[in-house]
């Protein structure tokens, strides 16, 4: 389902890598979100100058809602290829909105060994935080009802796009 | 008779057997095992899952290696574990099981991992919290008398899918004293409900129970000849007790028709597995060559256990 | 005291009686039937319209767990359940705590249940000191103290020899043996029916020919001895295969099957449900259906609830450990019923089964509602539906697979030698 108030996703990207674009650091590691920070972390090492390791994270081991919620169906594997222990690392989701996914990325970052510095980088940020957190390089701001979620998809070609979904699906957070 | 393991809402609420439990979430609990894997080879071997949750290892049968896996999985989860070494007799306590268990409840247990001597303990226990009222308590079956060891029967599985894939087209021969094996019980239990082409046993009359057939598996009683175009080898350990007196003559006789030699092996597919559940009686089921030879995945299956473990806990914590 | 039972539906089945009318008692006795007695006064009327008036059930075997088993059960409760479940005489097993192997005890156990005015209770002696299997008792002494039989309860008496000895003593003097077929040996360490539900449950299990081993025993036996023999809870097809064969070869014994096993077979231990861990085991789906076939062609001569109160305790244990046995006295009448109508049986022919054929065996007078008989009897509600609840049942044993059912048949009066000992 899209609205056509939904900014398209791959101009939106482009902004995004514009902001990267010289003023990351050289060697950053990219690594993102599962499922929609990882598509989106793979294309911006594509349009990055030079080399960046992949990353990717499932943060279903240090959500916060386990409690309420449970175990998540769907696991990926974190997986990290490099030395985190003195790197520099660029955190990639697809939508930042209460922070708590990215709380938890970090955590789960830090069981890895400790960074020299994480900076976030977000395609969308849709405001309605419940933690102190905040991105460095944002794609673009938009606001969005609470019953909503923005889900990013990536089609069968490998272009990505923008829906809005009713809050409660899988996607978003 | 609604399954005892499943609460209402057709969510694990206790792991006690894997018979009737739905390929989903057989499935469901390999598919979680498998970040787990990964976590093992990091530095922090930790995730917050269970933190804040007490697991009681309730061992009423001595057996260090389980519990030693149930601990480090619990603690992977960061959750406290406190381990209860209870004698073998009760009634030299002068404790019963349920007394035990209501005592343990009222020091806010989240968690029982039980190991019994009698088939049917992790059951009682899943009942009697349910009576109580107390079914957010999870029960995980550690192994209870022959009846069933069903996170051995998992991380059995998870081996045979990580080296094999899938079910459908599998030849697996289970050897030894299946009459007495509650290892055997389960993954036979788990291998007939996703769907194994062929499952065997293997081993004297003797050590076959009654009607084992009607388990889906089909008897052999020549190890040769069931071996023959296997690709997965489960030889299952032979105890002490069993070795001599009207079950067996000795662990020779045994070694000689039923022990797993390279020569044997030859007659199973060329790029087959062997398994066991361990401890090993090197010489008794198996030949060193065999378990320290290049079809074993003995090793692995150690490693994968702790994996499976974290994912049944993970996932009862969780319902 | 004069007592009128009128209009019920008088069934009588060694007399092949069923039809509704009236029922006269006096000083303990049938007075008449149908019609009143000269000069007739009823002291009571119990009005049995729409109930059934039967000979009071004569349950062969019930524990009554005294001496020695107090924490289970007592004489008072047990014999309170009885009369609730419409039994006016019972026979209990030697297995008491110390078995019923010496005059003193039986005695004293005729003298308690005399005292509470209850039913009937026909004490069953021990055929070895101790249940030990080694020495035979004074089996003449213990029948003049009131043994009706003797037998080993569900002991083991391994030694072939001294059962021979014990077998050929008893003949001597005409007293009958009670006997559980099952070889010790075979059964050892066994607690359920071997066959899928044991090999699936991983229980230790007792092969159904641990019972066809021991028949073929004692039949040799019965046939050198001339003893005769009742066979105490059949469970298995071939076991009654046997046995029919046994009676048509013209051999003097009898058998009887308990009730759990003419409704439950081993698939009902579900998930290890304690209650259905009774002995012998609840064997398998073709067995019931043979203990249900022998006992319609009368191979099965009765049936009885093999009545064992086990305190909570004692079955709140892994299935192995826990304590054999189920409560039966008040279950017996509506079990009965129930197994009468999945059978589309008569309810005379299936009420014969626990009076007219257990007075039988027992070489007892009653069990019949013939004019001079003791007025043991029970009137009953076919059609009131109960729920077996630990509160609905005065059995101190609770302990019974039927928890949760609603069954058939409510016990509205009980008579005891002419005295009405119940009513609900």
Known sequence: MTDVSLPDAEITLGRLADKLRGAAAFDAKLVGIHSGGAWLAERLAQMLPGEHPLGSIDVSFYRDDYAQKGLRAKLATTTLPFEVEGSHIILVDDVLYTGRSVRAAINEIFDYGRPQSIELAVLIDRGGRELPIEAKYVGARLAVARDLSIALQRRPDGSLELSLEPAGSAAGA | ?319 | MKIEIRNGRVIDPRHGLDRNTTLYIAAGKVAALDDAPAGWHANRVLDAAGLVVCPGLIDVSARLREPGFEYKATLDSEMAAAIAGGVTSLACPPDTDPPLDEPGLVQMLKHRARSLNGAHVYPIGALTVGLKGETITEMGELTEAGCIAFSHADAALADTQVLFRALQYAATFGYRVWLRAQDASLARGGVAHDGEVATRLGLPAIPAFAETIALDTIFELVRATGVRVHLARLSSHEGVARVRAAKKAGLPVTCDVAIHHVHLCDVDIGWFNAHCHLVPPLRGTRDRAALRAGLADGTIDLICSDHTPVDDDAKQLPFAEAEPGATGLELLLPLTLKWAREEALPLSAALARVTAEPARVLGLESGHLGPGADADVCVFDPDAHWRVEPSALRSQGKNTPFLGFELPGKVRYTLVGGHVVHES
């Open chain 2, 1 to 319: 008779m609604r399954n005892p393991q499943l609460n209402a809402d057709g969510q694990l609420q206790h792991l006690l057997t894997l018979e009737g439990l739905p390929p989903e979430v057989i499935g469901r609990i390999l598919d979680t095992a498998v970040p787990f894997v990964s976590i093992a080879e990091r530095d922090v071997k930790k995730v917050p899952l269970l933190r804040g949750k007490t697991v009681f290892n309730l061992f009423f049968e001595n057996s260090t290696r389980t519990r030693t896996t149930f601990e480090i999985a619990a603690k992977r989860l960061s959750a406290d574990v406190i381990n209860l070494n209870i004698g073998v007799s009760s009634t030299t306590k002068g404790e019963t099981l349920l007394d035990t268990i209501d005592n343990l409840v009222a020091m806010n247990a989240d968690m029982f991992i039980v190991r019994h001597g009698q088939s049917g303990a992790p059951h009682l226990i899943a009942q009697h919290l349910s009576a109580a009222n107390r079914s957010h308590i999870h029960v995980v079956n550690a192994g209870d008398g022959r009846h069933g060891h069903p996170t051995q029967g998992l991380l059995d599985l998870f081996t045979i899918r990580h080296y094999k894939r899938d079910f459908h087209g599998l030849t697996v021969a289970i050897v030894g004293d299946v009459l007495h094996s509650r290892v055997a019980r389960s993954l036979i239990h788990g291998l007939t409900t996703l769907g194994t082409a062929e499952v065997r046993v293997i081993g004297p009359q003797t050590l076959l129970p009654t009607a084992v057939e009607s388990l889906g598996v089909r008897v052999l009683h020549d190890m040769r000849e069931g071996l023959v175009g296997c690709d997965v080898v489960v030889m299952l350990r032979l105890q002490n007790e069993r070795m001599k007196g009207s079950l067996l003559p000795s662990a020779g006789e045994f070694f000689r028709h039923y022990g797993l030699t390279v020569d044997k092996l030859k007659l199973a597919k060329p790029d087959a597995i062997v398994m066991h559940p361990g401890p090993m009686n090197r010489g008794v089921e198996i030949d060193s060559a065999v378990a320290d030879g290049r079809h074993s995945v003995i090793l692995p299956q150690v490693t994968f256990g702790i994996a499976v473990r974290m994912a049944v806990m993970s996932i009862l914590a969780g319902n």
